[in-house]
């Protein structure tokens, strides 16, 4: 009810909003339309904790990465559940690109080389505050396809002071992120020094 009038008072006259372990088997039996390549655009904010039952988990995922962690299996989740070509902004915490793990490793390759990596962008550590003090970023990725270049970008400032308060500030910097990633969608500009906020990296490098 609260994820309803939430959306309502966002413009979502009729939103579609189910109570639904995604990651269980039976959300596949209850919604196979939307479970597998139902969609054209995912945005998402999974939970990076959690309460996890393993062996309810759907093997799909499990078979695309082997691992109980939650933020993994959801980013594998994302990519079943997207369209061939169909692209998605998840936010994960930054052990999805720095974990050393096999399961970490794997679904990185997964992401590179089976899939298209569009950017990684790193925000900082108190934009969820005061729920989680967690690093994290936002990885848009496509489905299918493969890698040939990453942009990034390091954001410092989101506009609002990172203690628990969360109060307004000057500084901002999300609008430069938008106006680099079109520039860089769009072929202008040189984004290849690395010590700049926006810069871009080669899949093979």
Same mark, same amino acid.
Not at 63 to 86: D, H, I, P, S, Y
Not at 151 to 156: A, G, I, L, N, R
């Given at each position: 009810?609260?994820?309803?009038?939430?959306?309502?008072?966002?413009?979502?006259?009729? +939103?579609?909003?189910?109570?639904?372990?995604?990651?269980? *088997?039976?959300?596949?039996?209850?919604?196979?339309?939307?479970?597998?390549?139902?969609?054209?655009?995912?945005?998402?904010?999974?939970?990076?904790?959690? *309460?996890?039952?393993?062996?309810?988990?759907?093997?799909?995922?499990?078979?695309?990465?082997?691992?109980?962690?939650?933020?993994?299996?959801?980013?594998?989740?994302?990519?079943?559940?997207?369209?061939?070509?169909?692209?998605?902004?998840?936010?994960? +915490?930054?052990?999805?690109?720095?974990? *050393?793990?096999?399961?970490?490793?794997?679904?990185?390759?997964?992401?590179?080389?089976?899939?298209?990596?569009?950017?990684?962008?790193?925000?900082?550590?108190?934009?969820?505050?005061?729920?989680?003090?967690?690093?994290?970023?936002?990885?848009?990725?496509?489905?299918?396809?493969?890698?040939?270049?990453?942009?990034?970008?390091?954001?410092?400032?989101?506009?609002?002071?990172?203690?628990?308060?969360?109060?307004?500030?000057?500084?901002?910097?999300? +609008?430069?992120?938008?106006?680099?990633?079109?520039?860089?969608?769009?072929?202008?500009?040189?984004? *290849?020094?690395?010590?700049?906020?926006?810069?871009?990296?080669?899949?093979?490098?």
């Amino acid at each position: 009810r609260i994820g309803s009038m939430n959306m309502a008072l966002h413009g979502v006259d009729n +939103p579609d909003i189910h109570y639904q372990d995604t990651l269980s *088997s039976s959300f596949l039996e209850k919604f196979p339309k939307q479970a597998v390549g139902g969609f054209d655009v995912i945005l998402a904010n999974p939970p990076f904790k959690g *309460s996890l039952d393993a062996g309810d988990v759907h093997s799909s995922l499990t078979q695309a990465v082997k691992t109980k962690k939650t933020e993994l299996l959801f980013v594998a989740l994302v990519l079943r559940m997207l369209k061939k070509g169909g692209r998605s902004a998840t936010i994960v +915490p930054d052990g999805v690109l720095f974990g *050393s793990s096999k399961a970490h490793t794997a679904l990185r390759t997964v992401l590179v080389k089976d899939n298209q990596l569009e950017a990684v962008i790193s925000l900082p550590s108190g934009v969820f505050k005061p729920y989680a003090g967690v690093s994290t970023a936002i990885i848009v990725f496509s489905k299918g396809g493969a890698t040939e270049q990453v942009f990034f970008y390091d954001v410092t400032a989101d506009g609002y002071s990172l203690d628990d308060k969360r109060q307004p500030v000057t500084e901002n910097d999300l +609008p430069d992120v938008l106006d680099k990633w079109r520039a860089w969608c769009d072929c202008k500009g040189d984004f *290849s020094d690395g010590t700049q906020k926006a810069f871009a990296v080669n899949a093979d490098a």
